[in-house]
């Protein structure tokens, strides 16, 4: 294996994967209700913000947010590392969030239905559509066999062609708007360009870190009383097509995907990839899926008491498995469950507030639960990963580009 965290690929391609196959099931009321999103149950699909619970349609975007968070020590740390100027980087992260906030634009204004509404010519719409997927296609992919400076002339070529796209369809009668935006990917473009710079604020003071993910945590439920300054923080929108207070919140699940990211770092740069945990720490992956499965039911079955005891003797046994690592896998393991562990207390301490945990509208419960499962699914793909000598197939091919896999469905 090569110097990279495929675990980290894999959890990113599971998130897009699961996000394409949400959004393609069929609403069919005689479907179970653990297939939809908690708060759109059958038979009505109809909103209910005071369903709580959690399903893993409502995992996919957490966990692309944080593995999201466990990219920026290996992405940017890499860079700091080989001495590129402060200047250069604050410059890059700036571009990525612009980049995406003009992605999230697009997405929002080039649908196929959108044209096809007004040319009522489907194959005439379809084929814009598949050219507007293939300017999409060259923003976003990197060719192994070019040079950086020729993958940049790509990338910006298909930024100028989407721009073009986007007139003709304002031309042809579609009202693009900035207005009008992949809210998903909106929410992206701001966490992206404030965790990165929390991250490169905080790598070496986690303290500092973990403390404004409480900050944010604080502001977010204080933000709940009417008149308070909390509230007045939280709806502060300067420039509301691009930011939002509001979208800060999420933070808590990428800074908490950063500390993954660290571990990762620091197992990486010791050059310890090709080790095979023991079977205790096999054995401890095994029960941190059952932990994962028994969290699932639990939250989403609302039996909460039961899913508090079996989460504790499930973390406790695995903890015991864990607890003296010999080699670096081991210490990495032990180190993304304690982590996970935690993450994953802390927000079914905070599960009785805001109604229980819910995605929409979201609860602090909510961030930390879904950062602590998305830690313990780092774990046990390291595991496999390590036990099979694998590289993830398809998923970390589809981790690794994930913005092209997100709109392969809707546009090809």
């Known amino acids: 294996m090569n110097n990279r965290a495929y675990a980290v690929d894999i959890l990113r391609g599971l998130a897009i994967v699961g996000m394409v196959l949400s959004g393609y099931i069929a609403w069919n009321p005689d479907l179970p209700a653990w297939l939809f999103h908690a708060q759109l149950p059958p038979p009505s699909f109809v909103f209910d913000a005071s369903v709580a619970g959690i399903t893993w349609v409502d995992l996919v975007f957490p966990f692309f947010l944080f593995s999201m968070g466990a990219a920026f020590p290996l992405s940017l740390g890499r860079r700091l590392n080989r001495g590129d100027p402060p200047r250069r980087i604050v410059v890059s992260i700036l571009k990525r969030g612009l980049l995406l906030a003009f992605f999230a634009v697009a997405l929002g204004n080039t649908g ?3 044209l096809d509404a007004v040319l009522q010519r489907p194959v005439v719409s379809a084929l814009v559509t598949m050219t507007v997927w293939g300017a999409f296609f060259a923003m976003f992919v990197r060719i192994p066999g070019f040079i950086p400076r020729q993958n940049g002339w790509l990338n910006a070529g298909g930024i100028a062609v989407l721009a073009v796209l986007m007139g003709v369809y304002r031309w042809l009668g579609v009202g693009v708007s900035v207005v009008r935006s992949d809210i998903i990917i909106l929410i992206l473009a701001d966490v992206v360009v404030a965790g990165s710079l929390i991250w490169w604020l905080t790598r070496r003071n986690l303290w500092l870190r973990m403390g404004i993910v409480a900050l944010i945590a604080a502001l977010k439920l204080g933000a709940a009383v009417p008149g308070s300054w909390n ?51 096999q054995t401890a992956a095994g029960l941190t899926a059952l932990l994962l499965a028994v969290n699932m039911w639990g939250l989403f079955t609302r039996t909460l008491t039961l899913n508090l005891v079996l989460t504790l003797a499930l973390g406790a046994a695995a903890w015991m498995l864990l607890r003296k690592p010999r080699t670096g896998i081991e210490s990495l393991l032990y180190r993304l469950f304690t982590t996970g562990f935690f993450w994953l207390l802390l927000g079914l301490a905070f599960e009785s507030l805001e109604e229980g945990v819910k995605k929409d509208p979201a609860t602090v419960s909510y961030f930390f639960i879904t950062a602590g499962m998305a830690s313990h699914v780092l774990l046990v793909t390291s595991v496999l990963l390590r036990k099979g000598r694998s590289r993830g197939g398809l998923l970390v091919l589809c981790g690794q580009n994930p913005m092209i896999a997100y709109t392969a469905a809707g546009y090809v």
């Open 112 to 114: 196929l239905l959108t």
């Open 231 to 281: 509230e007045a923080v939280w709806n502060f929108s300067p420039v509301p097509w691009l930011f939002r207070t509001e979208f800060l919140q999420y933070l808590c699940i990428v800074l908490p995907g950063s500390v993954a990211g660290d571990l990762f770092a620091r197992w990486l740069a010791r050059g310890q990839q090709e080790e095979r945990p023991a079977l205790s720490g």
